[in-house]
């Protein structure tokens, strides 16, 4: 992705159109030029229909919404008879992809469109809608319009972790091991991960202010099946040190037990061998 492509005032367009965080928005739009540089590298991806187009990005809504909004924001554009071309795909393409249209005698249809059509000029951006006080106001999660099984979306959960930062540790990839799990958590519909991720660091216990080790709050353990919802009922909060198992009479009767105690009773998240992988 091209440095700026985030923060751009087109992707701020694009986002206010289909109503998606700024992150799901850059997600669309490197789908699109993933899909585009191996299925139209020539970056006539018109020749795909709007749905085939959605289908590829992992947008679960109505495609033809999805396709207006990435014109009218000038991801994409129309003309030189082509449906529908990336913009400037000319620009943006990578070396790989250049190399191929060069080898195989093409040309870009953005260029021609380049050359031949008068500008365009940028769209009027649609009015930011005001909050009525009188009506409760509803915000889309920030995975709304993206399967359960797609890749963005269960990248969208791990960089809202990495986004956490110090002391909570980031992960450097989603194994197969964590997308197994990530999917089984994102098909619950109590999944709250987004509230739980804004509880965490306000929970000491969390934050590893415990009597039980170095251990700090990570990944692997929010992404097990009732993390989550000890979080969202403050099982973790308070001043002191919080025993989310005490009703266990063994923790009862061994009130310090060692960590490879409590990981062999499996009576705290404690990370298990594999899981900071």
């Not at 992707?11 to 585009?36: C, D, K, P």
């Not at 080898?103 to 649609?126: K, Q």
Request: hydrophobic share 35%.
């Amino acid at each position: 992705m091209k440095r700026g492509t985030p923060e751009h005032p087109k992707t701020t367009n694009l986002m206010r159109r289909l109503q998606v965080a700024r992150y799901q928005a850059v997600g669309i739009l490197e789908s699109l030029w993933h899909f585009t540089m191996r299925y139209a590298p020539a970056g006539d991806v018109g020749k795909w229909s709007n749905d085939e187009i959605a289908s590829a990005i992992g947008w679960e809504g109505n495609a033809e919404v999805l396709v207006a909004a990435l014109l009218a924001t000038k991801w994409l554009d129309a003309g030189n008879g082509k449906r529908l071309i990336v913009h400037d795909w000319h620009e943006h393409a990578d070396q790989t992809c250049k190399r191929y249209i060069a080898s195989h005698n093409l040309a870009f249809a953005s260029m021609s469109l380049a050359n031949d059509s008068p500008p365009v000029p940028d769209p009027v951006p649609d009015p930011v809608p005001v909050p009525d006080p009188d009506t409760e106001e509803t915000t889309l999660p920030a995975t709304a319009g993206l399967p359960v099984d797609s890749r963005a979306k269960l990248q969208t959960v791990a960089d809202a972790w990495n986004a956490l930062g110090p002391p909570f540790p980031g992960i450097r990839k989603l194994t197969d091991k964590r997308r197994r799990l990530l999917k089984a958590r994102l098909g619950e519909k109590d999944w709250d991960w987004e509230e739980a991720l804004k509880a965490i660091p306000d929970q000491a216990f969390l934050r590893g202010e415990t009597d039980r080790g170095n251990w700090i709050a990570n990944f692997d353990w929010f992404i097990k099946s009732d993390s989550v919802t000890k979080v969202l009922e403050g099982q973790y909060a308070g001043s002191s040190k919080p025993n989310p198992d005490a009703d266990d009479p063994w923790l009862r009767d061994n009130p310090t037990p060692t960590s490879e105690e409590l990981r062999a009773r499996g009576l705290f998240p404690m990370p298990e061998d594999g899981d900071s992988e």
